[in-house]
């Protein structure tokens, strides 16, 4: 079963907010990834952080890491309405290479 | 290919009959991951290869299910007698290192099956 949990499990903001999506976890981790999923379509990786990193930028998009609290956020800045989509953590079980994923978060940013 | 390939992109399928889904990752990458992903969920983890050993089974949900990966490339995975609770969509991901640590873990878009 999954050991991730997404908060909000929705989201509807206007074009040009700011969105931010955290995520949970239960076990130690190796590094924790976002992907992006469209509707009907595959799993787009956005970003990847380590477990000893605590801050990582790619374009719009910012997440942080914190392991003391197990938990991770992604920001999403100057949102666009290609932006909707459903945003999952992934987090790589330590010494298993499994990918567990959570619920994942349903953006709708409005025109 | 550039990306991780699945194949087929649909498929229905009669209860009773047997399925194979085929998953070409990129070329190159070690590891290889079967996921499941049922409707308005997150990808559940079935099984992983490590080049062509099955390392890990244990998301498998039943003995109807069986991956394979015998040249350490493309990977097959089998439902056999199919059940309607096995309908979802079934991706396939790739990664270039070993057990996918600390490599990015790049999926395809995936194999949807309908058991009617």
């Known amino acids: 079963s999954q050991q991730g949990e997404e908060d909000p499990q929705a989201l509807s903001i206007q074009e040009g907010e700011n969105a931010t999506m955290n995520c949970s976890y239960k076990?130690?981790?190796?590094?924790l990834q976002w992907y992006r999923q469209n509707s009907g379509r595959g799993l787009v990786h956005l970003i990847l952080?380590?477990?000893?990193?605590r801050e990582k930028h790619s374009g719009r998009l910012r997440v942080t890491l914190d392991t003391s609290k197990k938990s991770s956020s992604l920001l999403i800045t100057a949102s666009r309405a290609a932006d909707t989509a459903s945003y999952f953590c992934?987090?790589?079980?330590?010494?298993?290479?499994?990918?567990?994923f959570g619920q994942g978060t349903t953006l709708q940013v409005k025109p | 290919g550039a990306g991780v390939s699945q194949s087929p992109r649909y498929k229905v399928a009669k209860r009773g009959q047997d399925v194979a889904l085929r998953c070409d990752p990129i070329?190159?990458?070690?590891?290889l991951f079967w996921y499941q992903q049922a409707l308005g969920q997150g990808p559940e983890f079935l099984t992983y290869?490590?080049?062509?050993?099955?390392?890990?089974k244990s998301g498998l949900p039943s003995d109807r299910f069986f991956a394979e990966r015998p040249e350490g490339s493309v990977s097959t995975l089998k439902i056999q007698r199919t059940q309607q609770e096995d309908s979802a969509v079934y991706l396939c991901?790739?990664?270039?290192?070993?057990?996918?640590?600390?490599?990015?873990?790049?999926f395809g878009e995936g194999s949807w099956l309908t058991v009617v």
């Open positions: 991901a790739s990664s270039l290192g070993d057990r996918g640590r600390g490599n990015t873990i790049y």
């Open positions: 076990t130690s981790i190796n590094n």
């Open positions: 952080i380590r477990s000893n990193e």
């Open positions: 992934a987090t790589v079980v330590s010494n298993t290479g499994k990918l567990i």
């Open positions: 070329s190159g990458h070690v590891s």
């Open positions: 290869f490590q080049n062509e050993a099955q390392l890990d």
